[in-house]
């Protein structure tokens, strides 16, 4: 069953603020591996990694995006196995998401009293099901409507894929409000809001972030990010009901190493965060590589 659930997390695959503008290409090769390269039209590269941005999918477009993150806290480390999406774009404001991230727990200090609990350990987790719909298309255009953000809203909802995970949490999801200014032609700024909640949760943590992304070139970009996690209803160790705050900083790149095909690179901190059960800052870094690949599009 563990083998399994490995392959699960191997196979199935979310995932970024920063956009790629690309010409939509024909690579034909010779012998000698020269590439000759014919623009046909051109098309949006838009990817959800390793965030998730304003833009939605074009109809009859199918992209995957996958990628793995390791975070070391509490002297171990979290390795996402892999995170995946795959997003299909139904219609030209509507995009429909199936998305999956296992867990895997490696201790870096072994306890030698209880061994069983220094192996690895993979912990599965949701199969989410989402949809991501256009609210306001409007980004950049006349400089008297600049302020007007490109809008969109996403809801999930997480499906159980072990006894264990419905009997812990049997409902998870999320709903989110994605928005996205242009402020100069290599320069936006992103800033979401949104909730997570699940059945035994009587009040939802509420996830705002915000980013700022830099286009130097069309294969080139950067960004960095703030994001945050609020728990309104947290307990500590004296049963007392409090807000667990968790606030994290970032900074990457992406590079579109093909028209349809996109790397990223990212990695940060965690600034301040009060533990449930622990009270106090507590310390964690991480760092992710991820990959975007447009796999169909209509005009093929």
Not at 43 to 55: N, Q
Not at 115 to 122: A, G, K, S
Not at 157 to 167: H, Q
Request: aromatic content about 14%.
């Amino acid at each position: 069953m563990k083998r399994l659930l490995l392959l699960i997390g191997l196979f199935c695959s979310i995932g970024m603020h920063a956009e790629i503008h690309l010409p939509d290409s024909l690579w034909t090769f010779n012998k000698k591996g020269e590439h000759h390269h014919a623009e046909v039209n051109e098309i949006w590269l838009s990817a959800d990694r390793p965030g998730v941005g304003s833009e939605v999918l074009g109809k009859g477009y199918i992209q995957c995006e996958t990628g793995f993150e390791v975070t070391h806290m509490f002297d171990a480390h979290f390795l996402l196995l892999p995170n995946t999406l795959f997003r299909f774009g139904v219609h030209e404001k509507i995009e429909m998401r199936l998305e999956y991230a296992g867990q895997m727990l490696i201790i870096d200090k072994p306890n030698s009293a209880i061994p069983w609990q220094n192996d690895p350990l993979y912990q599965p987790s949701y199969m989410y099901l989402g949809t991501k719909f256009q609210l306001c298309k409007l980004y950049g255009g006349e400089l008297d409507k600049k302020w007007i953000p490109r809008t969109a809203f996403l809801i999930n909802a997480g499906i159980p894929i072990t006894s264990i995970i419905a009997k812990q949490t049997p409902f998870y999801g999320g709903a989110f409000l994605l928005f996205e200014n242009e402020v100069l032609e290599w320069l936006s700024i992103s800033y979401d809001i949104g909730v997570n909640w699940s059945e035994w949760a009587p009040v939802p943590d509420i996830l705002p972030s915000v980013c700022i992304n830099f286009m130097p070139t069309d294969q080139l970009g950067l960004f960095v990010e703030a994001f945050a996690m609020f728990d309104c209803d947290a307990v500590n160790e004296q049963n007392r009901v409090y807000t667990h705050s968790d606030i994290n900083f970032d900074l990457g790149v992406t590079y579109a190493v093909h028209p349809r095909v996109q790397l990223d690179l990212y990695g940060g901190f965690n600034l301040y965060q009060t533990n449930p059960l622990i009270s106090g800052p507590k310390h964690c870094s991480f760092v992710g590589l991820g990959l975007t690949w447009l796999i169909w599009h209509p005009y093929n």
